[in-house]
Each structure stands twice: as C-alpha cells, then as structure tokens.
T-cell receptor, first 114, second 114 residues
Framework: KAGVTQTPRYLIKTRGQQVTLSCSPI?????VSWYQQTPGQGLQFLFE???????NKGNFPGRFSGRQFSNSRSEMNVSTLELGDSALYLC?????????????FGNGTRLTVT | GESVGLHLPTLSVQEGDNSIINCAYS??????FIWYKQESGKGPQFIID?????DKRQGQRVTVLLNKTVKHLSLQIAATQPGDSAVYFC?????????????FGSGTRLQVQP
C-alpha cells in the first residue's frame, strides 16, 4: 500500500507570494491533518480534515487554509507568505478521525521563503 | 540532511546496547500515546502506541511503558542498531472542548555509535 504522498518536495517562494501544497493520503484513510515543523517550535498542528470538512484547527493565522476533496486528497494554502513561514510542512492521514488512531506522515514539503 | 531540531536533547549509545528514551507528557486527561521516529529528510514514522488502560506494550525490539501517576512515557529499544539513529517524538492525545487534540513532545535525538 502506498504511503502518504506530498508534492512538491521542495519549494522556494518570496515574501508576499502564496503557495499551495498537496497531499494524497493512504488509500482508505479519510482523515488528513497538516503540521508545520520548525527547529524552534517543533511540530505544530495546523488543521484536520475528515469527509471534506475541517474538524479541528490549530492556532495559526487565517493566511493558512486548507481543503479536502471527495477522494480524501487535501491541499493547504498559505497566502501573503512571510519569512517565518519557512518550514517543513507535513501531511498525515489516519483511518479514524480525531487523532484516536495513529497518524501516518508523508515526507513533507520543505518551504523556503526569501 | 535537513535539521529537525538544532538543540534537542541527545542520547548517545553503543551499537548493541539498549536505549531508553523518556517523555514527560503534560495532560493528565491524555488517553492515547504514540511514539514516532523521524530520520533526516523524512516525515515522522509511527513506531508504537499505547492507550491509557495499559502500562506496557511491546513491539518488535521496542517497548513502551506508561506511568500515569507521574505522567511519564518511555520508549525502550533493544539491541540498538545504527539504523535506529533518528529523532524520536512522543505524542499525547486528549479531548479538548469536545474535540480530540494531539500534541507532540519536542523530541530526543538518538545517536548510535558503531
């Protein structure tokens, strides 16, 4: 069974631009979560989607948004990029919703904002 | 490779020794715990989980111990191998205002000396 796939692997953007990251969950997984990982803050929860609906949201500004499609694939968007948005963005999928089953992570998208 | 954390606590062990990685969790209401391993350039990989109605669970070469009295979780790796070198994260989940929340610890870097 294929794992969680994230594209692109690397991305370089400039301040003020926007970016869209894509995630394909493990087949059969309906829950998709997004995390931001930085050396200083560790793994920070962004949001969780289940059945195309956002079920949970972390403490990030409205510039961070996401969506989930009917095939469970998910995208996250960051608008008006800031230097501090440089991070590894991780997508994780799970069978059940609400973090009561293990999350399976992709290898992330490394975003660099210059 | 990409740095997961620049100033993580580090555990250095000799190949073949047993490793014990500790984690203090924060919420006494947490009822599900997971250990992840993250190698350089990759996303976190699920290792083992445990629910709060248990105090020990064993996998292949790994054992997780849960002490709810002192809110402590540990991961024991038997006969540590060079391939075990990575950053290890514990995660706890709990209900928060009607929704399940998942938070990660800051991580411990395991270095295996050949």
């Amino acid at each position: 069974k294929a794992g969680v796939t994230q594209t692109p692997r690397y991305l370089i953007k400039t301040r003020g631009q926007q970016v869209t990251l894509s995630c394909s969950p493990i087949s059969g997984h309906r829950s998709v979560s997004w995390y931001q990982q930085t050396p200083g803050q560790g793994l920070q929860f962004l949001f969780e989607y289940f059945s195309e609906t956002q079920r949970n949201k972390g403490n990030f500004p409205g510039r961070f948004s996401g969506r989930q499609f009917s095939n469970s694939r998910s995208e996250m968007n960051v608008s008006t990029l800031e230097l501090g948005d440089s991070a590894l963005y991780l997508c994780a999928s799970s069978l059940g919703r609400g973090s009561n089953s293990p999350l399976h992570f992709g290898n992330g998208t490394r975003l660099t904002v210059t | 490779g990409e740095s997961v954390g620049l100033h993580l606590p580090t555990l250095s062990v000799q190949e073949g020794d047993n490793s014990i990685i500790n984690c203090a969790y924060s919420n006494s209401a947490s009822d599900y715990f997971i250990w992840y391993k993250q190698e350089s350039g990759k996303g976190p990989q699920f290792i083992i989980d445990i629910r709060s109605n248990m105090d020990k669970r064993q996998g292949q070469r790994v054992t997780v111990l849960l002490n709810k009295t002192v809110k402590h979780l540990s991961l024991q790796i038997a006969a540590t191998q060079p391939g075990d070198s990575a950053v290890y994260f514990c995660a706890e989940t709990y209900m928060d205002t009607g929704r399940r929340a998942l938070t990660f610890g800051s991580g411990t870097r395991l270095q295996v000396q050949p």
